[in-house]
């Protein structure tokens, strides 16, 4: 079955300070990946989606990047955080079609101090 | 631009009850609608999936519907337990070069009391 591993699982940091999530799946190949968003009192909006390695599409502008080095990771990241990165951030998988279950990871809490 | 709304926003039963969660969407051109569940603090986990060509999908005490052409989904839950108790959040996808991705409505908040 296909699992989704995320770290950290809780993350503090300060304004101006570099982020790394990762996010690595298991069970399946050639998945879609995506980076969802779930800040305080907001929906869940969609940051970032890959259809394979090195693909990388944004879905809004923002202070983060995203990259996909290997068929199953995908990593978020930022060069310098802002008070507005805070949120719940949750990896996703979905398979190639695109017409599948998708699955999300346990999320990873980021608050920026 | 796909919008998916959830109604209602929180809702409180007995324990035992039959309940509806409603889901409507602005677009009918999905190609698939999920229901998820996610607990306090936790991620979302996967409860129905139904593809567009579908009326509803069962899974245990739940049962889903969509009715594509209205733009409608319910969410069904049978005979309700606290251990239901969790936000329930809807989410369509849809066709062509979607690539899978979820457009979430805001979710309700439900609370089954002993």
């Known amino acids: 079955s296909q699992t989704i591993h995320q770290w950290p699982a809780t993350l503090v940091q300060p304004v101006g300070s570099p982020l790394s999530l990762e996010c690595t799946v298991e069970?399946?190949?050639?998945?879609?990946l995506y980076w969802y968003r779930q800040a305080a009192g907001r929906g869940l909006q969609l940051l970032f989606y890959?259809?394979?390695?090195?693909?990388i599409s944004s879905e809004v502008p923002q202070n983060l990047s995203a990259s996909r080095p290997q068929d199953r990771q995908f990593i978020l990241s930022s060069k310098k955080l802002l008070l507005s990165d805070s949120g719940f951030y949750l990896c996703?998988?979905?398979?190639?079609?695109?017409?599948?279950?998708?699955?999300f990871g346990e999320g990873s809490w980021l608050t920026v101090v | 631009k796909q919008e998916v709304t959830q109604i209602p926003a929180a809702l409180s039963v007995p324990e035992g009850e039959n309940l509806v969660l409603n889901c409507s969407f602005t677009?009918?051109?999905?190609?698939?609608l999920q229901w998820f569940r996610q607990d306090p603090g936790k991620g979302l986990t996967s409860l129905l999936l139904?593809?567009?060509?579908?009326r509803e999908q069962t899974s245990g005490r739940l049962n889903a519907s969509l009715d594509k052409s209205s733009g409608r989904s319910t969410l069904y839950i049978a005979a309700s337990q606290p251990g239901d108790s969790a936000t329930y959040l809807c989410?369509?996808?849809?066709?062509?070069?979607?690539?899978?991705?979820?457009?979430f409505g805001q979710g309700t908040i439900l609370t089954v009391h002993p």
């Open positions: 996703a998988l979905g398979g190639p079609s695109g017409g599948n279950t998708i699955y």
């Open positions: 069970g399946t190949s050639n998945p879609n």
């Open positions: 890959s259809v394979g390695i090195g693909q």
């Open positions: 677009d009918s051109a999905i190609y698939n």
């Open positions: 139904i593809q567009s060509s579908q």
């Open positions: 989410a369509v996808t849809g066709g062509g070069t979607s690539y899978g991705k979820l457009t």
